[in-house]
C-alpha cells in the first residue's frame, strides 16, 4: 500500500515538475539552438515562416532557419573576438543606419497615404512629347507575324499570302494552320517586339547586316536541316531611331509614378521646414 502511495506521489510531483517547466518554456517558447550566450527559439522561427506550409517543407524550413543561425552566430561571436574597431566609428554607423531606416520607414508611410497611381492617357502622352530623346531605341524593333514549320509542309506559299492579308477571314485560316500544324508561332503583329528576341535561336540571328534586311523584305522564309522559318514584317524600326509609345508605355508609368514619389517626398520636406521655420525649430549659426 505504501508502496503504491509513494508511486503516486512520485508521478503527482513529476507532473508537477513537467508543469512548472513547460509554464517556462512557454513564456520564450521552445529552445532550440545556443550558440554563446545566443539563443534561439521556437517562436523567432515561426515568425519567420510562411503561412500554410506542408508539415515536410515545415521541418525542412526550420532545419535550414536553426543551421543558418548559427552559422551566422559563429561568424559574429569570431569578428567580435577578432575585428578591431573604434567604437565611435560604429556607434557613428549605427546612428546613420538607425537614421536611413527611420526616414524610409516615415517617407514610405507619407507616400503610401498620399499617393495614387492613376495615370491618364494623356499624361502618358505629354511624357512622351516631353522626354523622347530619353526613348532611343538601343536594338531593332518589329511587328511581324512569325511561324516555324515542318520541312515537309507543301502549304507555306499559301501561308506567306495569308500571312501579308488584312482580311480577317484570311486570318482566321492563319491561325488554323498554326494551331493545326505550325510548331511554334507568333502572331501579335500589331504588338512591337524586339527582333532579335523575336528570331532568336532561328536562322534569321545569323542575318549580317539586320537594318538592310528589314528594310528590305517584308516577307522571308529560312530553313535549316528540320524546319521552315516564315516571317512577315507588318512594320519597323531600327536602332537610334526614337521608340513608338506603344513600345515604351509601360516604361513611361514607372517614370510617372517614380516621379510623383519624389515630387511627395520632397512636398514633405518642404511642409516639415517651413513648418519647423515657422515654431523657430531649429536655428542656424554663421
Known sequence: MNYWL???????????????????????GKK????????????EVK??????????????????????????????????????INEQELQKRL???????????????????????????QEIKDFYEKNKQEFELRQN?????????????????KIKKLMLSEKNEDRDELVQFCNQKAVSYYLQDTLWVDFDELTKFTPFENIPNKVNFLKNNK???????????????????ISEQISPLEFVRDRIKSMILNQRKTLLIKQLEDELYKEAQKNKSFQIFR
Open 47 to 84: 515568425s519567420a515562416m510562411p503561412d500554410k506550409m506542408p508539415p515536410q517543407d515545415s521541418t525542412e524550413f526550420v532545419e535550414r532557419y536553426i543551421d543558418n543561425w548559427i552559422r551566422r552566430q559563429l561568424l559574429y561571436q569570431k569578428a567580435e573576438k577578432e575585428v578591431k
Open 32 to 43: 532550440l539552438a545556443q550558440v554563446g550566450n545566443q539563443e534561439l527559439f521556437f517562436t
Open 141 to 157: 524593333i518589329v511587328k511581324a507575324i512569325f511561324i516555324k514549320t515542318t520541312k515537309n509542309e507543301k502549304d507555306n506559299e
Open 95 to 121: 546612428d546613420e543606419y538607425r537614421f536611413a531606416l527611420l526616414t524610409y520607414e516615415f517617407e514610405k508611410q507619407y507616400v503610401a497615404k498620399k499617393f495614387s497611381d492613376t495615370i491618364t492617357e
Open 219 to 237: 516577307i522571308s522564309q529560312m530553313q535549316d536541316d528540320e524546319f521552315f522559318y516564315l516571317l512577315a514584317i507588318k512594320d519597323y524600326k
Open 6 to 28: 509513494n508511486i503516486c506521489c512520485l508521478n503527482v510531483c513529476l507532473l508537477l515538475l513537467l508543469a512548472c517547466n513547460e509554464k517556462k518554456e512557454t513564456q520564450k
